[in-house]
């Protein structure tokens, strides 16, 4: 029998790691399923890689590679076998049979490091959903007393669960089940639905300010840049989801700008539905931004990758086509140029920094600055001499070029961004006339 699937977690458990590759695909070297594990605290032992025609219906590889599997789990005494795939309930329970031992798929695996991340109540009710909804559909192979409750037939074949005239008290525990997860599912989602309606006033009542907003590749330096840039004291680790839930902070990247910046929960390739689904009241910081960061671990050699998996969860919550700058981060451990150089290339707009160094970050703030003011347009401004608020603000936000007394009038011409337009306007009755060169 295999061992009894009681959890999903596979905290200090010995894991063979296997991905099931379509010959059609690109192959995967196992690295990030590898970071996956180990972040979720598992002892990786042994991987092992398969090429398919075509995915077996009962188990995913095949039976002859299942067997195979099932021998190197016996000989490194492995707990665990986690596929970098999603399978289907039937197909776990069919490698399970074979193997002998739990096999957990990838979206398991990330819902278990999700879990053993949340802090706060937000992404604590929020990962439980996304765990209810994944697992709901596999409840009849979850929990071990749905493989003990049998009828008057006792053990023997006819009597065991799902036999003729002994399934009732095994479908009756399977439908109680059932009932209490949509029950607390429906719970949870109630609860979620008042967070995320403060969460939309939160939003809201910042409707006046810029609002900037960190996105990008789990790991890829998105707290060490929010702490370079506003001195948050965000605890930084290196490990896989280290953050869940949003922080937003006030930066100042020039004089006279300031903008709101909040920091997101990290996407991974193929992140599971659930996740992004329950997830999407803390995204709606990147929703409702004014410009996205997209913070990207140029040292990574799956950089690639990694951008079209962020700009894909991106398009999935409906943040596709959004002001977005490209910030190539941890440019001071990259261990080649070229990779630089060739990224500047695809995004001629990319910002090179090092959130750790500090290097190119003003350049960063000069960028931001410039989406902020909406680009530079020249005014010609007729005001009251009186007005030193208008003269205080120009030099503040913008480049005064020319400055006239003429008839008790006050004549100016200069450089400002096309968004401080309505600030100027604001200025009235003082200021007469503002005129676009």
């Known amino acids: 029998m295999a061992k009894l699937r009681k959890t999903l977690q596979v905290r200090k458990e010995r894991a063979i790691l296997v991905a099931a590759i379509l010959r059609s695909k690109r192959g995967d070297d196992l690295a990030e399923l ?88 937000q992404a604590k009710l929020q990962v439980e959903l996304a765990q209810l909804e994944y697992t709901y559909p596999r409840l009849t192979r979850m929990w071990s007393h749905l493989d003990t ?63 900037l907003c960190l996105v990008g590749y789990t790991n890829a330096g998105k707290s060490s840049l929010l702490n370079a840039l506003t001195d948050a004291g965000v605890v930084v680790e290196d490990r896989l989801f280290a953050t869940l839930d949003t922080r937003t902070r006030q930066w100042s ?35 409702n931004a004014d410009l996205l960061l997209h913070v990207i671990d140029v040292s990574s050699p799956e950089v690639l990758s990694q951008i079209e998996s962020v700009d894909k969860v991106l398009a999935e919550i409906g943040c596709q086509g959004k002001s977005t700058v490209k910030v190539l981060n941890k440019a001071d451990i990259v261990e080649s140029l070229d990779r630089i150089e060739v990224l500047q290339t695809i995004y001629p707009d990319a910002v090179t920094i090092s959130a750790k160094t500090g290097m190119g970050l003003d350049r960063l703030g000069q960028v931001v600055s410039e989406w902020y003011q909406g680009g530079p347009i020249r005014i010609r401004i007729t005001a009251r001499p009186s007005d030193g608020r208008l003269a205080a603000y120009l030099r503040a936000q913008g480049q005064i070029v020319l400055e006239n007394y003429t008839d008790g009038v006050l004549e100016i011409e200069a450089l400002v961004g096309r968004n401080q337009l309505t600030d100027l306007r604001r200025l009235r009755p003082q200021v007469l006339r503002i005129t676009e060169e």
């Open 253 to 287: 990247p020039q004089r006279g700008v300031e903008v709101l910046v909040s920091d997101t929960v990290g996407f991974v390739r193929d992140l599971p539905h659930q996740l992004v689904e329950s997830f999407k009241a803390t995204l709606e910081e990147a929703v």
């Open 34 to 121: 590898t970071a996956l594990a180990e972040s979720a605290g598992a002892v990786v032992v042994d991987r092992f890689q398969q090429k398919l025609r075509s995915i077996h219906p009962a188990t995913y590889i095949g039976r002859g590679k299942a067997q195979e599997l099932a021998a190197r789990a016996k000989r490194f005494a492995a707990d665990v076998v986690i596929f970098d795939n999603d399978l289907s309930p039937g197909q776990i329970r069919e490698l399970e049979e074979v193997v002998q031992i739990k096999v957990l798929d990838r979206s398991e695996l990330i819902l278990d490091i999700f879990a053993t991340r949340a802090q706060t109540l």
């Open 149 to 211: 409750v049998a009828g008057a037939g006792g053990a023997t074949v006819a009597g065991s669960v799902g036999a003729i005239g002994t399934r009732g008290p095994g479908e009756k525990q399977l439908e109680i089940d059932r009932r209490l997860v949509s029950r607390r599912i429906i719970e949870l989602k109630r609860e979620l639905a008042l967070i995320d309606q403060r969460k939309c006033r939160e939003i809201d009542s910042r409707r006046q300010t810029f609002k």
